[in-house]
């Protein structure tokens, strides 16, 4: 029985609906197409095989090929490509459109490589993502779907951090002080996702850059709270948190001029700012006990999960507030030691998880209403 099937027999148990208005509901669904997700990836992993099969034969005989055949060829089939992307877009054809545009921007990436190994440019591979996010910014922008954009925002985050980490020009502003590059980076993500609601509201990009700030986020804290201290002479250059510091003050005015969120959602959002912000510190302060970093990743996370369910993102609140207990069972292991590798150890830690798993799922949508009216 399919979920549908499941849901409208509840309803009818329930009196929610009749025989009637249930069958109106199957004939509804009946007419919508299938589920394009799973077509986009069938045929995205089709356009991705049918890639690779041709590079291996061209990569079989690369040597024989002329330099000038292979620039010729990439070109035309760069053309191709954006012939036959121009060609669904104005046909309507969505999934083709994404399909052949994730393509075209894959081979662009390719075609950096090619023009690399042909003149012998040199040069590290986050150089040549940060060329492509150059290159490929406009394209990007006419995604329909969140793949696209997500990718694409992937890719220039990681070229960006690691120039900021590795490029010489960078270490006078970061002095390769990775806690500062980390703390800037889900900063940066804010700040982008605000100009993109202006300029475009809930397109793909503006969706990427959500699911980017939350992700470097966690990322972020995981990274300060099991940073060593072997370069700590380095974390203690105020300077560079200077980047840090601009795009935070850009992040937080663009918040508060922002119209989408009530009052209470923009102060619960500069709570999440400092509490994310005071650990990268701790540092700077010579603070090393991991009780400390380990109270502001859950206060960050409990801050976070609150104003996920303000906005009435459930599914979100839920994980985050998994996140949360998977740190609290962590601080546990943490706080206890050698001792949670004993067998009464062991038994007790299986106790909690399945305890705090079962509290969990009892109170989880009663937990969501109770965030969702607090910031009201």
Same mark, same amino acid.
């Given at each position: 029985?399919?979920?549908?099937? =499941?849901?409208?027999?509840?309803?009818?148990?329930?009196?929610? /609906?009749?025989?009637?208005?249930? @069958?109106?509901?199957?004939?509804?669904?009946?007419?919508?197409?299938?589920?394009?997700?799973?077509?986009?990836?069938?045929?995205?992993?089709?356009?991705?095989? /049918?890639?690779? $099969?041709? /590079?291996?034969?061209?990569?079989?005989?690369?040597?024989?090929?002329?330099?000038?055949? %292979?620039?010729? $060829?990439?070109?035309?089939?760069?053309?191709?490509?954006?012939?036959?992307?121009? &060609?669904?877009? !104005?046909?309507?054809?969505?999934?083709?459109? !994404?399909?052949?545009?994730?393509?075209?921007?894959?081979?662009?990436?390719?075609?950096?490589?090619?023009?690399?190994?042909?003149? &012998?440019?040199?040069?590290?591979?986050?150089?040549?993502?940060?060329?492509?996010?150059?290159?490929?910014?406009?394209?990007?922008?006419?995604?329909?779907?969140?793949? /696209?954009?997500?990718?694409? *925002?992937?890719?220039?985050?990681?070229?960006?951090?690691?120039?900021?980490?590795?490029?010489?020009?960078?270490?006078?502003?970061?002095? %390769?002080?990775?806690?500062?590059?980390?703390?800037?980076?889900?900063?940066?993500?804010?700040?982008?996702?605000?100009?993109?609601?202006?300029?475009?509201?809930?397109?793909?990009? +503006?969706?990427?850059? @959500? $699911?980017?700030?939350?992700?470097?986020?966690?990322?972020?804290?995981?990274?300060? !709270?099991? @940073?060593?201290?072997?370069?700590?002479?380095? &974390?203690?250059?105020?300077?560079?948190?200077?980047?840090?510091?601009?795009?935070?003050?850009?992040?937080?005015?663009?918040?508060? %001029?922002?119209?989408?969120?009530?009052?209470?959602?923009?102060?619960?959002?500069?709570?999440?700012?400092?509490?994310?912000?005071?650990?990268?510190?701790?540092?700077?302060?010579?603070?090393?006990?991991?009780?400390?970093?380990? +109270?502001? *990743?859950?206060?960050?996370? $409990?801050?976070?999960?609150?104003?996920?369910?303000?906005?009435?993102?459930? =599914?979100?609140?839920?994980?985050?507030?998994?996140?949360?207990?998977?740190?609290?069972?962590?601080?546990?292991? @943490?706080?206890?030691?050698?001792?949670?590798?004993?067998?009464?150890?062991?038994?007790?830690?299986?106790?909690?998880?399945?305890?705090?798993?079962?509290?969990?799922? =009892?109170?989880?949508?009663?937990?969501? *209403?109770?965030?969702?009216?607090?910031? =009201?």
């Amino acid at each position: 029985m399919s979920k549908l099937e =499941k849901n409208l027999k509840d309803w009818i148990d329930h009196g929610f /609906i009749n025989s009637s208005q249930a @069958q109106r509901i199957r004939d509804h669904e009946a007419l919508k197409p299938g589920n394009s997700w799973i077509l986009s990836g069938l045929l995205i992993l089709g356009a991705l095989i /049918i890639s690779v $099969g041709v /590079i291996s034969l061209i990569a079989a005989h690369w040597n024989q090929i002329p330099h000038l055949v %292979k620039l010729g $060829g990439d070109f035309l089939l760069l053309v191709g490509l954006a012939t036959a992307i121009l &060609h669904t877009w !104005e046909t309507q054809k969505k999934i083709q459109f !994404e399909v052949l545009l994730l393509s075209f921007l894959l081979f662009c990436l390719a075609s950096i490589g090619l023009i690399s190994q042909i003149y &012998h440019t040199g040069g590290e591979f986050y150089q040549a993502l940060m060329l492509w996010s150059l290159i490929t910014s406009a394209a990007t922008l006419g995604a329909r779907q969140v793949l /696209i954009p997500w990718l694409w *925002t992937g890719a220039f985050l990681a070229g960006l951090v690691c120039t900021a980490l590795d490029a010489v020009i960078m270490e006078p502003i970061f002095h %390769k002080n990775h806690l500062a590059v980390f703390m800037a980076t889900p900063l940066l993500c804010m700040g982008l996702l605000v100009v993109s609601k202006r300029l475009s509201r809930e397109a793909g990009l +503006t969706r990427a850059f @959500q $699911g980017w700030t939350l992700t470097c986020s966690l990322f972020a804290l995981v990274v300060v !709270e099991i @940073q060593t201290p072997s370069n700590l002479e380095s &974390h203690r250059i105020l300077s560079a948190y200077l980047p840090a510091y601009f795009l935070t003050a850009f992040a937080v005015m663009g918040i508060w %001029k922002s119209f989408e969120y009530r009052r209470s959602q923009k102060i619960l959002l500069m709570l999440i700012i400092v509490a994310f912000l005071i650990p990268f510190h701790l540092s700077l302060l010579k603070v090393s006990a991991s009780i400390a970093y380990a +109270t502001f *990743t859950i206060l960050v996370l $409990g801050l976070i999960s609150i104003f996920l369910a303000s906005l009435k993102a459930r =599914k979100l609140f839920q994980w985050f507030l998994f996140f949360l207990g998977m740190r609290f069972l962590i601080l546990y292991f @943490q706080a206890l030691g050698g001792l949670a590798t004993t067998g009464t150890g062991l038994v007790v830690s299986g106790g909690i998880i399945i305890g705090m798993t079962m509290i969990w799922n =009892k109170h989880k949508d009663s937990l969501a *209403t109770w965030a969702e009216g607090w910031s =009201k």
